[in-house]
């Protein structure tokens, strides 16, 4: 049986952080003054801890140091402390940060390829009441910026167990047309969205229509190229629009004026 010793290793690892001797990388963090620091750190234990750091430090050419150099403008210096100190000792510290920070530093974790930690800090933000709290509280920005980066499913799945609940959150917000087509997707796919079909259809063909502002209000008007650029536009969607679902009058006055966009199997019940 092997004996594991990490709580010393990781102590030793997080002073060779400390240790300004043998470094052989340096990353600036932010912009400017005061928003900017430098790290020193060790390419060997950069790009074995991250794919981020491995591909970036194989397109930089040494100094005449034989040093590196790396700029991160989109990450904070506070972000960066906690995740060197993720890379090196394999520990954060979140006590002294609030929920924002915290929802923030998952985002940049996904963006560095640290799922691990990525992992925990969502499902940390689920499982903590204060911070669920706050995702309530924040819950349009939130959704929008999880489908987004399209890496946090756990994330995305609470959050789209609370939509189908209660659609009108996202559905009738002032950003539902600013959507992402990967959230649309996965919320009118759902068989437990409690919205009547028909409704749906509506809400789908207008995010459609918003994502090409050009088209004339009346689709009476339309040419064969405006149908086929809102066609394109819904195409990861209209295969989840349950038509059986919608009463005769239902698809006639509302499915009906956009015909040409849907395939022939899905015209079968107003063709009869």
Same mark, same amino acid.
């Given at each position: ?100 920070? /915290? ?137 989840? /629009? ?18 040409? /966009? ?11």
């Amino acid at each position: 049986m092997a004996v594991k010793f990490f709580d010393k290793l990781s102590s030793n690892y997080l002073e060779l952080l400390e240790d300004k001797e043998d470094f052989n990388v340096i990353i600036k963090v932010g912009e400017s003054p005061p928003n900017a620091k430098i790290f020193q750190a060790h390419s060997t234990i950069l790009r074995y801890r991250s794919l981020y750091f491995r591909n970036e430090l194989g397109n930089i050419s040494k100094d005449k140091k034989n040093i590196k150099t790396l700029d991160l403008k989109n990450i904070s210096i506070q972000q960066f402390e906690i995740m060197i100190k993720y890379i090196y000792g394999g520990i954060i510290l979140l006590e002294n940060h609030n929920t924002s920070f /915290i929802f923030e530093l998952m985002l940049v974790a996904y963006e560095f390829f640290f799922d691990e930690l990525a992992k925990h800090l969502e499902t940390h933000l689920i499982e903590t009441e204060s911070h669920s709290h706050w995702l309530r509280l924040n819950f349009t920005r939130i959704y929008q910026k999880i489908f987004q980066n399209n890496k946090p499913q756990e994330l995305q799945k609470w959050c789209n167990d609370i939509v189908v609940k209660y659609p009108d959150t996202i559905f009738d917000s002032e950003d539902f047309f600013s959507l992402q087509e990967n959230a649309l997707v996965s919320l009118i796919s759902r068989d437990d969205l409690q919205m009547k079909e028909v409704t749906i259809w509506n809400h789908v063909i207008k995010w459609g229509i918003a994502q090409n502002p050009g088209l004339p209000s009346d689709p009476d008007d339309w040419s064969n190229e405006n149908f086929l650029a809102l066609k394109t536009n819904l195409r990861n969607c209209l295969s989840h /629009i349950r038509y059986f679902q919608m009463s005769s009058d239902e698809i006639i006055d509302n499915v009906r004026p956009y015909k040409k /966009i849907l395939e022939k199997k899905s015209l079968e019940r107003y063709n009869k």
